[in-house]
Each structure stands twice: as C-alpha cells, then as structure tokens.
C-alpha cells in the first residue's frame, strides 16, 4: 500500500493536506510529518484544518504551516489550488466538515490515507488504508523512515511522536503494538522528549479546561 501510495505523491507537486473536522494529534501529527517531508523532497504542500488547530498542538506546528480554515477569506478560491488533495487519519470526506463541499468542488486528484476500518471508501479518486496500523502517523513514519536513513528533521520526528501518543493513549491501549514501540524508541533517540510531549498535550490549560476546572471547585 506504502509503494502505492509513494507512487501516488511523487506524480504530484502541489499536495493539499486536511484531516476531520477538529483535528486531534493523529490527524495533525500525520499533517506535520508528511509536509516535512513533502516540502523536503521539493513539493509545495499546504495543511488546511477546520475550524482551527487546536490550543494543545500548537506546539508540533513551530514553523507556522497549519492554516485554520477561512471559507470567506484566503481559502475562498482554495478547490483550484492544489493537484492533489489528500485526507489524512480519516476515510470518510464528510467528516471533513466545512471543508467538504470544497472538496467535492476541486478537480484535484483526491484521496485518504487511514487506518480505521470501515467500509471501501467512497468519494476519492485514490484510497490508501491500513487497518492493521495503529495510527496515521505510524503509516507515514513507514513511508519516510526507510527514505530518511540518518537523523529525521526535529519537526517531523516530534509530529510523529506526537500522533503515536494520542492514538494509543500514551501507549496505553490495547493498539499499543511492538512495532509502536520501537518506531516510539526511534524517535525518542532522535531527541523526542516524551515527558514534554505528554505535558503540552494532556496538561495544556486552555481556557475551556480553566473554566470547567473552576465550575468544578465551585460545586
């Protein structure tokens, strides 16, 4: 599927990345990763989020590429900008959200890397699914690990890291497979830090969680 799937970026240079609506660390992490290394291999790739990217992933997006998605504003001629639109961490197009019927309007190639099981996906041009993975990121850590023999660019390495944490509950369910592991201990060699990973995604204080937090005291 990963040959495939290869295949299908290298025929493309302009490569829109989006996952579902309210994006969590998988579907993010997995965005991140894959621009690092689309950008790396000379490709103009793009990551549109809807409604925006959320307060405890700031942190995998330092160089600023997540674009929360503006349907009146800078993403209103966005159907006609890519040649590729590419999915991630979802194999559904409605889950898209608002972004949906931007999808249906492009006349990119359009298709969804996954690894949920559910029925064949519908609406894509190209579908690369892997059940047997335990996140999206573990896809896209198999497709550019054996590509990047030596150290992986830090922001790559952390996004990934980032997406095997959120998928598997830091490592907790039952998708907490041996090869997780071992792509998880690669990455921690390459200067992941998994103590501030978890922090900056569990222990974010956002204002949603002050205010629950304070409703809490309160009673």
């Known amino acids: ?7 299908f970026l ?13 994006p969590d660390g998988d579907g993010v992490g997995a965005a991140i ?3 690092a290394h689309l950008k790396a291999s000379g ?4 990551i549109v ?3 925006a990217l959320p307060e405890n992933l700031r942190f995998l997006d330092p160089m600023g590429w997540i674009e929360g998605f503006e349907p009146h504003g800078v993403h209103r001629d966005l159907a006609s900008w890519p040649d590729a639109w590419l999915l991630l961490d979802a194999s559904e197009p409605h889950r898209m959200g608002a972004l949906f019927p931007i999808f249906e309007a492009t006349k990119a190639d359009r298709a969804c890397l996954d690894h949920h099981l559910k029925d064949a996906p519908k609406g894509f041009d190209a579908e690369f699914t892997d059940p047997t993975a335990s996140a999206s990121t573990e896809l896209i850590y198999d497709l550019v690990r054996p590509r990047i023999g030596g150290e992986l660019p830090a922001v790559m390495a952390q996004a990934l890291y980032a997406g095997l944490v959120s998928d598997t509950g830091n490592f907790r369910h039952s998708n907490s497979t041996p090869k997780i592991h071992h792509a998880a201990a690669d990455l921690i060699a390459q ?3 998994p103590a501030r990973t978890f922090n900056a995604l569990y222990q974010t204080a956002t204002p949603a969680k002050l205010k629950l937090f304070g409703r809490a005291m309160e009673g």
């Open 1 to 7: 599927m990963l040959d495939r799937f290869a295949a």
């Open 43 to 46: 490709k103009d790739a793009r």
């Open 33 to 35: 990763a894959l621009a």
């Open 49 to 51: 989020v809807t409604p």
């Open 10 to 22: 290298d025929r493309h240079t302009k490569v829109l990345l989006t996952t579902h609506e309210n």
């Open 191 to 193: 200067g992941v830090h």
